[in-house]
């Protein structure tokens, strides 16, 4: 079942005894981006914290109706599924720390209830029994230099992960402008060999270098207003180039 908006609104956020009012903040900013509203925090109440509604910019109201509570068990009361985040990995023979990576965790809109995305201290993480009071663990994959990311960056990437996936909204370019066609990509490639042919390269790199601007014609994307000016700009360097050889002649 998905959510009525279509996004993420039936995932919480708990954050377990955050240690920097900023990092509530920078949450409370990033969920609004994403759809989510419920965030939920474990220990002492950051939201009067002039530094956590700064940096929450637009999201003032994900942060002052955030939820405050004394433990994580009570925090997860209302929950139908908890997912903890980690970036401590235990080995093949772990119990306590085998997780599940990121692009690997089931659809949360396709579970009835509440799913919750649990992240702990931004110096230390959640603990094993913090851990265990959840249905799983996850974590982001990172380099093996550092694998320890920010707490906000963390929710981030979680929930940007899990909109582009899970989300039911279309269009996440936001954007009205209208796709280059196949006719006027072609139009640019045929006033670009005309170029090619105009210009002293050697017979045998002609086709490679009329293959290479096909090549990435075919491999951007263009808007219509992009591709327009890129015939315009080329149509004037052959133009150009026929003016010169009438004029040399």
């Keep these: 079942m998905t959510g009525e908006s279509g996004e993420l609104d039936r995932l919480a956020i708990v954050l377990v005894e955050p240690e920097t009012p900023g990092n509530v903040g920078f ?6 981006n ?16 002039e530094e956590a509604q700064i940096y929450s910019v637009n999201a003032l109201g994900v942060l ?34 085998a997780v599940v990576p990121l692009p690997e965790l089931p659809d949360p809109l396709s579970l009835d209830g509440r799913v919750a995305l649990v992240f702990g201290r931004e110096s230390s993480g959640l603990t094993n029994e913090e851990i265990s009071v959840c249905d799983l663990a996850f974590s982001i994959p990172v380099s093996e230099r550092y694998t320890s990311l920010n707490l906000s960056h963390a929710v981030a990437v979680t929930l940007y992960h899990m909109f582009v996936r899970y989300s039911d909204v279309e269009d996440f370019s936001r954007s009205s402008a209208r796709p280059a066609n196949r006719r006027e990509k072609e139009q640019a ?4 060999d005309e170029v ?33 000016t890129l015939i315009g700009a080329v149509r004037k360097i052959r133009d150009s180039l026929r003016e010169w050889e009438n004029h040399s002649a």
């Design 27 to 32: 949450t409370a900013r990033v969920m609004a």
């Design 189 to 192: 490639k045929i006033f670009f």
């Design 196 to 228: 090619v042919d105009m210009i002293p390269f050697r017979d045998f790199r002609r086709p490679l270098v009329k293959q290479v601007f096909a090549n990435l014609l075919g491999r951007s994307y263009l808007t219509g207003r992009e591709v327009t």
């Design 64 to 97: 002052e109706s955030a939820r405050i509570f004394d433990t994580l068990g009570s925090a997860l009361g209302d929950i139908h599924a908890s997912w903890a985040a980690t970036a401590r990995i235990g080995g093949n023979h772990s119990v306590t720390r």
């Design 34 to 49: 994403f759809g989510v509203s419920d965030l939920r925090i474990v220990g002492t109440d950051p939201r009067g914290e």
